[in-house]
């Protein structure tokens, strides 16, 4: 949280602008040791760790189209992610006159 404000300090400051941001919501999908599903939306709210059998956490299943000349500089990001998570998969599609 400390990056987001001194992120929005600097705005308000060099764009003379007033700015609202607000925490964001995610809600995780708990399964307990005693079968019982809780979603919980606050990290306070958490059951004991040693009740819990599994916790499940939103994905984005997300599309990007861009030029191949940018391609590189936004998979850096993905390759990190899929490294760490293996959770991005990468799919090209190129133009019907590419030359296939």
Same mark, same amino acid.
């Given at each position: 949280?400390? +990056?987001?404000?001194?992120?929005? !300090?600097?705005?308000?400051? !060099?764009? *003379?602008? @007033?700015?609202?941001?607000?925490? =964001?919501?995610?809600?995780?999908?708990?399964?307990?040791? *005693?079968?019982?599903?809780? !979603?919980? @939306? *606050? =990290? %306070?709210?958490?059951? @004991? =760790?040693? /009740?819990?059998?599994?916790?499940?956490?939103?994905?984005? @299943?997300? %599309?990007?189209?861009? #030029?191949?000349?940018?391609?590189?500089?936004?998979?850096? =990001? /993905?390759?990190?992610?899929?490294?760490? %998570?293996?959770?991005? #998969?990468? +799919?090209?599609?190129?133009?019907?006159?590419?030359?296939?």
């Amino acid at each position: 949280m400390l +990056h987001l404000e001194i992120v929005q !300090e600097r705005l308000e400051r !060099e764009f *003379n602008i @007033d700015l609202i941001t607000t925490a =964001p919501g995610v809600r995780y999908k708990i399964t307990l040791l *005693n079968g019982t599903v809780a !979603e919980v @939306d *606050n =990290p %306070s709210k958490f059951p @004991d =760790p040693a /009740a819990i059998d599994k916790i499940e956490e939103p994905i984005i @299943d997300a %599309s990007v189209i861009t #030029r191949e000349e940018y391609l590189g500089e936004i998979l850096k =990001p /993905a390759g990190r992610e899929a490294r760490q %998570s293996e959770k991005v #998969r990468v +799919h090209r599609r190129r133009p019907r006159d590419a030359g296939l």
